[in-house]
Structures are given as C-alpha cells and as structure tokens.
C-alpha cells in the first residue's frame, strides 16, 4: 500500500478497517479532559467495558454462595482455570492441554526453569539475549546462583553487532552451536521489551534442541501481539504475563506454556502443589504428588477467580477479532506510523528507529532512540495528550495496539512528535 502523510487518508484508513469497531469495546483514558493517544499497550493493555460485567458477575456469585461457587456459580470456581484454555491456545499456536493461565510471569518462569534448567558439570549454560528485561535476567542469576554456579560463567548474553541495535539470526544460531555442548537451555524474550525485536522462535527452537538444550521463551511482549506457533514450533516452554497485550488488568492473571511432548513425562522435577495433583484424587488429601498430565500438573494453588474473569473479558474479544486479523492489522498501523516517522524532516538527526523495519521481525512497537533532548521530547508529547512509554537510558516507545488504536490516532501522534522535536 502506499501510504499518504495527512489525516485525510489516515481517516479513509478507519473507514476501511473492519476491526475498526472493537475500539468501542474499551474505555479510553482521558488527559484534560480529552480521549488520550494511548499508545502504551505495550507496558499496560486498556479495560474492556466487559470486565467489571464478568469481575461482577463473581461477586455475586461470591456473595449468594459463598463457598459453594466453587460448585454452583455460573462458571464454577473449581474448574475456573480451563475456561480460558481454548482462548489461549488459539493465541499461541498451542493444543489446550498446553496452556494454563496461573501465577505470575517471574513465578513461572522461575517454576518452569525448576524443570528445565537442570545444569550438569558438563552442560550448565543458559544463552539469553543481553538486556533482557529485568526480572528475568534477576531470575536467570538467582538461578544459577541456586544451583551453585556463578552466573557470569554460566549465562551468555548475545549482543548486536558493532553500530547494530538488534541480534541477528545467524548469529544467535552460531552462538548455540558454538557453545552447544555445554548449552543447558536456551531462552529469549520472544519480542524484545527494549527494541521490539521478534525473533525467529522456530530457527532458535531446532538450534537450541539439536544442540541438546531445552528451549523456552518470556512471551511478556508478544502474546496479544504476534500470532505464535508454540506446538508446531517445538518450543518446550514459554511463560507470559496476562496485563499488556491480553489486556487483563494491572498485575493481571500471567500463564504457562508446556509442550504436549513432556505431558506425561512425570519424572521432570518439580515443584508440587495441590491444584497440580490429579483432580479426581486431590480432595483425597494424601500424601505424594501425582501430577495432572500437560501443563496443569505444574499449577500449585488454587485459581484466582477475580483476575481470572478479568482475563475472560479480553480474551472473550480475541477471539471474536481473531490473532491473524489483529496481525494483519498491527502491521498496517505500524507501518503506517514509521512511514510518518521517516517523513519527519532531517527526522535521522532526531532519533533512530531501532526496532527492525521488517514487518516479520516486529510486533506492533516502534522503539525511537532519542539522539538529543530525549526526556524534553517525551515531556512534551506527554502534555500534549500522549500517553507513550519512556525506557531508559534514551528510548521511547510506542505501540499503536490493533485492538483500539487508529490510524487517525497514529498520523495526529506524528504531528505531536513532530513539534515535540522543534
């Protein structure tokens, strides 16, 4: 498509658009009075206006029932944690017996890590991304540290090349050869937080098993926001949270992936709890941990009921908009806001779009490295009704999110930015 820098044109995008009433399914927030330019989605996904129905819903149960709700509310809280399962397969290219929403992202990773990082004298070594967000980085080094190994000897932190801002393929696929035999487990943030990388998870997954390694990924950025082929793919695990692009709330419902392939096998370590054990025999109270087959065995406690049906809310809209719709979509918006970004005059003496112009290799987040006044900039773009997302040292990020951003939102957010730079 050739793309047309003016708000007539990005408004006869709208028009066209037949995800375009979704929008209206999600409250918008407001800056002095007026709808804001969210474009935040990235770090914090908007309420839909079906959440408090659902969350409500619950407390009513809650309220008539009390402790029978686990048996006689409208979603009976026992079996809470499958009522999201096909929605969420759908989302990550998986089988339902794969996928469970529990936890937190940092918990599960740290649970699934228990099983697959299981470092010997000879293969102990986790190959990781450098700058991968915090947490899990925290909880790659703690880790280590647990298994008594020192974490600059056994984590590899892939860089990019000198005067590049994201890895290349082959080099990440000849660093897991290079080190394949002492490789233990290879895991990437699936879309990275920073530059808004996504990587090639299939290429990265045969790599990392045919050097021997478990594969697995941090799919914080990219559930929501990128159709995935977990299954297919072969990935072993990947854990996500559930409050950007699922849109579940604040500190929101997170999930588990676990290939079918480990379903049964029982004999991966562990750590137990109740809600993990076989369902039929787990109000017998007995002791030793039989665990459900997939990825329920690796549950410990029992379901959440509120930020569960806050989750139901958005997942309810994925998928009536459907991830491949949305994609397509996402790819639209994006390119759209990077042809208006590059159409900024002497724009490349202002900042440097450092997330991969290759729309296979993106999600919907455009990262701008800001070359001077970076915070002064953002600042401004702030007061003039942008919500937008500032990462340090000099980063700001945006992310028109296709579920309830614009076209005419993206080409009016190009005007603001265009000033905020003056």
Sequence with gaps: MKFENSIRFAKKLDSQDPLHAFRTKFHLPKLKGKTAIYLTGNSLGLQPKSTRKIVDEELSDWA??????????????????????????????????????????????????????????????????????????????????????????????LTPRNGEFTLRTEDILQAIDENKNELALVIFGAVQYYTGQFFDLEKITKAGHEAGAYV????????????????????????????????????????????????????????????????????????????MRGVDGWQLSNFPILPGAAQLASLEIFDDAGINNLRKKSISLTSYLEFLLRSIENYNEHFTIITPTNTDERGCQLSLLMKKNGKKVFSKITKAGVIADWREPDVIRVAPVPLYNTFEEVYRFSEVFKIALL
């Design 64 to 157: 008539k029932l009390g402790v029978e709700g686990h048996f006689h509310s409208k979603r009976p809280w026992l079996h809470y944690h499958k009522f999201s399962k096909s929605s969420l397969a759908k989302i990550v290219g998986a089988k339902p017996v794969e996928v469970v929403a529990m936890n937190q992202l940092t918990v599960n990773l740290h649970l699934m890590m228990v099983s697959f990082y299981q470092p010997t004298k000879i293969r102990f070594k986790i190959l990781t991304e450098a700058g991968a967000f915090s947490s899990d980085q925290y909880a790659f080094e703690s880790q280590a540290k647990f298994h008594g190994l020192d974490p600059e000897k056994a984590i590899i932190e």
């Design 216 to 291: 697995g990924f941090d799919l914080a950025h990219s559930i929501g926001n990128v159709p995935l082929q977990l299954h297919k793919q072969q990935v072993d695990f990947a854990v996500w949270c559930g409050y950007k692009y699922l849109n579940s709330g604040p500190g929101g419902l997170a999930g588990v992936f676990v290939h079918e392939k480990h379903a049964a096998d029982f004999e991966l370590p562990r750590f137990a709890g109740w809600w993990g054990h076989r369902d039929k025999e787990r109000f017998q109270m007995k002791k030793g941990f039989k665990p």
